[in-house]
């Protein structure tokens, strides 16, 4: 649930709303910008088009307008949630981290099945595997004979909590190569753990989780898979 306050600056086209809603985002930039031609310090207006600055993942962009909305109304909680998710993702991809070379715009893969999760088909060194999609998961996890198979380095990273509270050890990696549908990333840091949800007739051996699909304007599609 997101209740975003009206108390704060003029309100922006409810037409803006609608279609950044509406996943129309160039739309929907168009009609901030309009609100900021003449009010250019409107912390709405400005936390609404930082947010589409970050679903095109035009970050530094984001930030910049979070900052002038939070100048103009401090503590402005849109304006301090766009910039927060911001600063995560320019730190996700610093580095050598999540690398792609001339990624396509768009990518569809398949769900092999979605009950009682989605389970996708990706290329992980090389070879096929089936992973999960849990959107409660962080990065990536590898099962322990995968990530041996391939012959992944292995750091220790403590303990991880996992669903039901379950505290299990986990390891941490770097997978040098992923692809997925047409999509090649290189450098994508993943956790190591045993244990994970038994699919019928499909040998899991990983999870996608948040911290991967972060990357990308990601949609479940259940009805269609």
Known sequence: LAMISTAAGQAPPA?????????DFTAAGRAYEAVLNTSPDDARALA????????????????AL???????QPAFPP?????????????????????MAEP??????????TDPLPVVQLTIGGRQAWFLIDTGAPDIMVAPELAKELGLALQDAGQGVF?????????????????????????VPAGVRAGGLPIPGYK??????????????STLDYCQG
Do not use: C, W
């Open 15 to 23: 037409s803006a709303d609608a279609l950044s809603a509406a996943g």
């Open 48 to 63: 609404g088009l930082a947010r589409v600055r970050l679903y095109e993942n035009k970050l530094d962009e984001a930030v």
């Open 66 to 72: 979070t900052q002038k909305a939070l100048a103009s």
């Open 79 to 99: 304006a301090r949630q766009v910039l927060g998710v911001a600063q995560q993702r320019k730190a996700a991809f610093g580095g050598d981290l999540y690398k």
């Open 104 to 113: 396509p715009p768009e990518v569809v893969v398949p769900f092999a099945i």
């Open 163 to 187: 669903a039901g509270g379950v505290r299990a050890a986990v390891q941490r990696t770097i997978v040098p190569e992923l692809q997925i549908g047409g999509l090649k990333i290189v450098n």
């Open 204 to 217: 899991i051996e990983g999870i996608v989780g948040t911290g991967l699909l972060m990357h990308f304007l």
